[in-house]
Antibody, heavy 119, light 111 residues
Framework: QVQLVQSGSELKKPGASVKVSCKAS????????MNWVRQAPGQGLEWMGW????????TYAQAFTGRFVFSLDTSVSTAYLQITSLKAEDTAVYYC????????????WGQGTLVTVSS | QSVLTQPPSVSAAPGQKVTISCSGS????????VSWYQQLPGTAPKLLIY???KRPSGIPDRFSGSKSGTSATLGIAGLQTGDEADYYC????????????FGGGTKLTVL
């Protein structure tokens, strides 16, 4: 069965960096893109972008250019989200979510990683 | 401001049926498949409906989806207290800002 297991919660100070991991199993990792979705406290889902797991090419939504980086380690079927120069407004739950099909919304989701940015 | 528009909340009694609407445009719902997700409190979203009206394995047939033009609807019949959750629609947007778009979410209360 498809599983996406994310790394644990993080507490960071403003200006620091964080790297969230998402380990996939139960399917061929390089056959489906991986999406990243942010959910701020009490808010809805916000698509951050996706990474082509075959080529490693990332695509970022407009609001997530500059400080956000998607990467892969295909040898361990893992996708990563790195956020640099953290701000208080980056406090949110971050989800990885497997592509269902080309140009489609995701099907399977990770359990989420809470990133808290506070001094 | 979400690209797709959902009502903030809906409510109904146990056993009743409720519908949740999702309105978009020709660049998203009008030309792409719609998915629906259920997010129980404190958990990750779970796929309920895909390709407008298909249910993944394990999703009861109490959940249904439909699409007409640039709008989609999620139906939940035989409401149970365990259905209390946030529900999101999602689809692909083929405009200049290509990518996945979600509705703002609808909080379902089972009275």
């Amino acid at each position: 069965q498809v599983q996406l297991v994310q790394s644990g919660s993080e507490l960071k100070k403003p200006g620091a960096s964080v790297k969230v991991s998402c380990k996939a199993s139960g399917y061929t990792f390089t056959s489906y893109a991986m999406n990243w979705v942010r959910q701020a406290p009490g808010q809805g889902l916000e698509w951050m972008g996706w990474i082509n797991t075959n080529t490693g090419n990332p695509t970022y939504a407009q609001a997530f250019t500059g400080r956000f980086v998607f990467s892969l380690d295909t040898s361990v079927s893992t996708a990563y989200l790195q956020i640099t120069s953290l701000k208080a407004e980056d406090t949110a739950v971050y989800y990885c979510a497997k592509e269902m099909a080309v140009a489609a919304s995701p099907d399977y989701w990770g359990q989420g990683t809470l990133v808290t940015v506070s001094s | 401001q979400s690209v797709l528009t959902q009502p903030p909340s809906v409510s109904a009694a146990p056993g009743q049926k409720v519908t949740i609407s999702c309105s978009g445009s020709s660049s998203n719902i009008g030309n792409n498949y719609v998915s629906w997700y259920q997010q129980l409190p404190g958990t990750a979203p779970k796929l309920l409906i895909y390709d407008n009206n298909k249910r993944p394995s394990g999703i009861p047939d109490r959940f249904s989806g439909s699409k007409s033009g640039t709008s989609a609807t999620l139906g939940i019949a035989g409401l149970q207290t365990g259905d209390e959750a946030d529900y999101y629609c999602g689809t692909w947007d083929s405009s200049l800002t290509t990518g996945v778009v979600f509705g703002g979410g609808t909080k379902l209360t089972v009275l």
